[in-house]
């Protein structure tokens, strides 16, 4: 028998009632007033109520199961696709990773935590998104001609007040590259490039929306580092708004999170050690000393993603994934830094 678990994870920011900088070059996190920290624990108490009683019903018992069955399909999809890709330079490869035998049977504790130990739930003010672009394209495949290691991540969204998926919300999904620089954005602190032309540029950013089922996937790079920060995604979520077409992009609608995904540190340190990422001369932040990781996991919370190698090392991609979940009726304001326009970048500040 399973288990109950919970499927709710990596913590978003519920920034509600406060505008939040959308940028954060000393990368140091705002020290919360007591009137905040009071708040932050009504709200997590009553998170932790709204993730039982979801863990326990039909709703839950179901899309545990859809979400192993999911997985399974997604490696086995992704792997024959990288066979696909490799055959013409690689004669022979082997693709054994830790979740070979994923199934219906796996416990979902292995993949979304367990009532003890859920992998988190919606917690206020938790990280700031980091050089936030309003405008981005609309795309799941962001990397363009990016160096690194070829990542997949999948997003599945739940609605906290449901138990159920939470379909047609629009995610932005953005990190830095391989050297630690983020499209988008100009200037001198860490992340940031000193080009004037980088305010035009939208390598590694995209838009999404989740569908029926409450999933989105992006194809990008495992992201690079930049001073003060470990490697991490940002994710912004909005509800509500205008698909433009002839720009491919989205307006309007209301935020109603985000947040950061961060990754395994012997992850990190197997990603590091490629061509693409050695060239970094910044300083490497761990996660043990990360902020914004360190944040979460003091209220009891895991905002690591599950992952699964496609192949022997990391250069043959990396599957992740996580379940994420979302209060659809809170608006927030999250100041950004810049927005992507017909005539090109603009900067904010």
Known sequence: MFKSFILFCVALVALVGRDATAVHPTAQLTPRTEAEVADRQRFLSHSHRLLAACSNSEAGRKLREQSNLRIAAKLQELRASRRRLDAATVSAATHKTNLANVSVSTYPENLFGDDDHPKCVLAPETSKPSYYVKGELFRKNTAEDQAGVSLTTELQFIDVNTCKPASMV?????????????????????GESSSASNVSTTFLRGLARTDGHGLVAFTSIFPGHYEGRAPHIDIVATYGGTYQGDNRTHTGGSTIHAGELFFDQDLITEVESTSAYASN???????????????????????????????DTVEAGIFAWISIGIDLTISSNVTVAGALTANGGVQYR
């Open 170 to 190: 629009w995610i932005d999904f953005w990190h830095s590259n391989a050297t630690g620089v983020y499209s988008g954005v100009v200037g001198s602190a860490a």
């Open 281 to 311: 001369t910044q300083n490497l932040t761990l996660n043990e000393v990360d902020e914004g990781l360190i944040e979460a996991a003091a209220s009891g919370y895991d905002p690591v993603v599950e992952y699964a190698l496609l192949g």
